[in-house]
T-cell receptor, first 116, second 113 residues
Framework: NAGVTQTPKFRVLKTGQSMTLLCAQD?????MYWYRQDPGMGLRLIHY???????AKGEVPDGYNVSRLKKQNFLLGLESAAPSQTSVYFC???????????????FGPGTRLLVL | AQSVAQPEDQVNVAEGNPLTVKCTYS??????LFWYVQYPNRGLQFLLK??????LVKGSYGFEAEFNKSQTSFHLKKPSALVSDSALYFC???????????FGTGTQLKVEL
């Protein structure tokens, strides 16, 4: 049981390049989330998904797209990378939604992205 | 808007001493509050949460947190700190109709010998 995994671990991009970050979970969770972590700002939600085939915008969705074609995978895409997207990206998952506070999120190890 | 604040960027404590990492919240209605810990180059790990009931919540690794409604606080505590507790700690509150977590800015805890 690997939990939540993310690939790649680290990537350097030039401005304007595109890339896709992959998140995979083997816990049969319905909900998946993408966050970015920046110094002094904590984690901010980019997009999330409440089930296969669904996506929704979070707090900072601009410049990113996501897809959830398979229940176990949640992809985060950058179509035209900008230096402002330099960050550490975390994926998380939970079996149910967080409403009611009974559920907790499980986080992946993160992807460090540097956009030059 | 629902939010949490962590007033200290860094907390230093000697091993064996008690530690406190502070968190205050601003929510309408009943708050659902969480603490997560992040070790270097790792993802966040859940420590504990307050939903309802007893104001003192016990969690993983000997940590506990006290919910104080009058002071709108949810401080993380441990009676005796270990060097291995050194990490980045995040307070969070459930927001967005209960579908999202809003995190504080984090507090770096450093436990020294």
């Amino acid at each position: 049981n690997a939990g939540v995994t993310q690939t790649p671990k680290f990537r350097v991009l030039k401005t304007g390049q595109s890339m896709t970050l992959l998140c995979a979970q083997d816990m049969n969770h319905e909900y998946m989330y993408w966050y970015r972590q920046d110094p002094g700002m904590g984690l901010r939600l980019i997009h999330y998904s409440v089930g296969e085939g669904t996506t929704a915008k979070g707090e900072v969705p601009d410049g990113y797209n996501v897809s959830r074609l398979k229940k176990q995978n949640f992809l985060l895409g950058l179509e035209s990378a900008a230096p402002s997207q330099t960050s550490v990206y975390f994926c998380a998952s939970s079996y149910f939604g967080l409403a009611g506070g009974q559920e907790t999120q499980y986080f992946g190890p993160g992807t460090r992205l540097l956009v030059l | 808007a629902q939010s949490v604040a962590q007033p200290e960027d860094q907390v230093n404590v000697a091993e064996g001493n008690p530690l406190t990492v502070k968190c205050t919240y601003s929510v309408s209605g009943n708050p659902y509050l969480f603490w997560y810990v992040q070790y270097p180059n790792r993802g966040l790990q859940f420590l504990l949460k307050y939903i309802t009931g007893d104001n003192l919540v016990k969690g993983s690794y000997g940590f506990e947190a006290e919910f104080n409604k009058s002071q709108t606080s949810f401080h993380l505590k441990k009676p005796s700190a270990l060097v291995s507790d050194s990490a980045l700690y995040f307070c969070a509150v459930l927001t967005g109709g209960g579908n999202k977590l809003t995190f504080g800015t984090g507090t770096q805890l450093k436990v020294e010998l």
